[in-house]
């Protein structure tokens, strides 16, 4: 157990339909950050939330938002949701912002029919 | 071009070979990270570099900031080191870049 928790582990949904992941990070680590990793497109960096805050925003969709509650868990928003969108999505924690390294959740793995 | 090309692609090894894989980056960072996906999707960091290098066990990566290279090297490979390992790199923003991953296989 990483300390990085992301519910559910699986999801099954149809197109058109929207979804919610969550991630809570490890005790103590203030910043959370999503990816996506497709099998064409490999892993890509999605947002990045600190305290609260976005912080940075790298290939997200626009029908994709996400938010940082207080007690620091994290959900991100899937909607209109298309067979391409199908994916693991990574939800990893660091102690603060910049580079202090990551831990990672289990991800999420989302099938869209 | 992709900024983080890894090879190989795809490696197979013998139990208790030493192997070598390799990420180049085309631009300018502030950190490199080594990262091993299971087969079952879960993703370990192993290391993060900006300069030198760094041991953890049987793993070593070393990086050269001039040359914009990094090799992640596994002595006496098990087959429990089977997994994909995938590069990438911070280039001052909080964004990560990733390479597509080093599929290896280490055959007992």
């Known amino acids: 157990d990483s300390g990085v928790t992301q519910t559910p582990k699986h999801l099954i949904t149809a197109t058109g339909q929207r979804v919610t992941l969550r991630c809570s990070p490890r005790?103590?680590?203030?910043?959370v950050y999503w990816y996506q990793q497709s099998l064409d497109q490999g892993l890509q960096f999605l947002i990045q939330?600190?305290?609260?805050?976005?912080?940075a925003k790298g290939n997200i969709l626009e029908r994709f938002s996400a938010q940082q509650f207080p007690d620091l868990h994290s959900e991100l928003n899937l909607s209109s949701l298309e067979l391409g969108d199908s994916a693991l999505y990574f939800c990893?924690?660091?102690?603060?912002?910049?580079?202090?390294?990551?831990?990672f959740g289990s991800g999420t793995r989302l099938t869209v029919v | 071009k992709n900024e983080v090309e890894q090879s190989p692609q795809n490696l197979t090894a013998q139990e208790g070979e030493f192997i070598t894989i390799n990420c180049s980056y085309s631009?300018?960072?502030?950190?490199l990270h080594w990262l091993q996906q299971h087969p079952g999707g879960g993703i370990v960091s192993l290391f993060m570099?900006?300069?030198g290098k760094k041991k953890h066990g049987r793993l070593i990566a070393t990086i050269n900031i001039q040359e914009k290279h990094s090799s992640l090297h596994i002595t006496a490979s098990h087959p429990r080191d089977s997994a994909v390992y995938i590069c990438?790199?911070?280039?001052?923003?909080?964004?990560?870049?990733f390479g597509k991953g080093t599929k290896l296989t280490v055959n007992p």
């Open positions: 570099l900006s300069s």
């Open positions: 939330y600190y305290n609260g805050e976005e912080r």
């Open positions: 631009v300018g960072i502030s950190a």
């Open positions: 990438a790199v911070r280039r001052g923003s909080e964004k990560l870049v």
């Open positions: 990893a924690s660091s102690v603060m912002a910049g580079d202090y390294g990551y831990t």
């Open positions: 005790s103590g680590d203030l910043s």
